[in-house]
C-alpha cells in the first residue's frame, strides 16, 4: 500500500476525534483610498432656511460660509463634514429685516458671530441617500442634528475633482434662544418656530 493510500486512513482519526484540521486562509479586510479633503465651492453652492411667516413662507440665505469635507467617494461612511457660517451674512433681500436678523432678538450676530456645524457620523443609504449626523451650533447653544440628504456623484480628473450632495433638515429655533415673535390679531404668532434648513453643496478636490 502506497502513502497516497494510506493517506485517508492516517486522517482519519483527526477527523472522527476533533484533532486539528487545517486552517482555512485569512480574508483581507476591504480596502478604501485615502480620504481626500474637497473644499466646499461657495459660489456653486448655498446655504438658506424657510420659516413660516403668518401663512406664508420666507426664505433666506447665508452669503458668507466655508467649509471642507473629508471622504473617499468610494466610502462616504467614513467622512467627515466641518462648516462655519458667518451670523451677520444672513440675507433675505430685505434690509429692514435682514438687520433685525442680526440683532439680540434673533442671532445676536456681534456676540455671536459665527454658525457651525460639525459631524460626528456619516451614514450611507441605497441609491445614494445618505444622513449626517452632528452638532449645529447657534447663539452659542450646541444640539445634534440629522442632515438627510443625496450623494450627486463625483466628477473630473483626479487633482481636480468635484463632489456634490443636496441635504436638509428642520431644527426648533427656540433650542437656540432665537426666541423673538409676536402675537397676532385672532391669535397665533408672526412666525413660526420650526425652521428648514436646505443645503446645495459642491466641493472641489483639494490637492
Not at 58 to 66: E, K, L, M, N, Q
Not at 166 to 181: G, H, L, P
Not at 202 to 207: G, S
Amino acid at each position: 500500500m502506497t502513502v497516497g493510500t494510506l493517506a485517508p486512513f492516517l486522517l482519519a482519526p483527526a477527523l472522527l476525534f476533533g484533532g486539528p484540521t487545517p486552517a482555512a486562509a485569512p480574508v483581507a479586510p476591504a480596502r478604501h483610498a485615502p480620504p481626500v479633503t474637497w473644499q466646499i465651492d461657495t459660489d456653486h453652492s448655498e446655504v438658506a432656511f424657510r420659516i413660516r411667516h403668518l401663512v406664508s413662507r420666507v426664505r433666506g440665505r447665508f452669503t458668507r460660509w466655508a467649509g471642507t469635507i473629508v471622504a473617499d467617494p468610494a466610502n462616504l461612511a467614513g467622512g467627515s463634514v466641518d462648516v462655519t457660517i458667518q451670523a451677520a451674512s444672513i440675507n433675505t433681500d430685505v434690509e429692514r429685516r435682514d438687520n433685525h436678523l442680526r440683532s439680540a432678538d434673533f442671532f445676536d450676530a456681534p456676540n455671536h458671530p459665527t454658525i457651525t456645524f460639525k459631524s460626528t457620523r456619516v451614514e450611507t443609504l441605497p441609491g445614494g441617500a445618505l444622513k449626517v449626523f452632528g452638532n449645529l451650533t447657534i447663539r452659542g447653544t450646541t444640539k445634534p442634528v440629522v442632515l438627510e440628504g443625496h450623494y450627486n456623484g463625483v466628477g473630473g480628473v483626479p487633482g481636480r475633482r468635484r463632489i456634490g450632495f443636496e441635504a436638509s433638515t428642520t431644527v426648533n429655533r427656540m433650542d437656540y434662544s432665537v426666541t423673538w415673535n409676536r402675537a397676532v390679531e385672532g391669535g397665533g404668532a408672526l412666525l413660526g418656530d420650526e425652521v428648514e434648513i436646505l443645503l446645495s453643496v459642491e466641493a472641489a478636490e483639494r490637492p
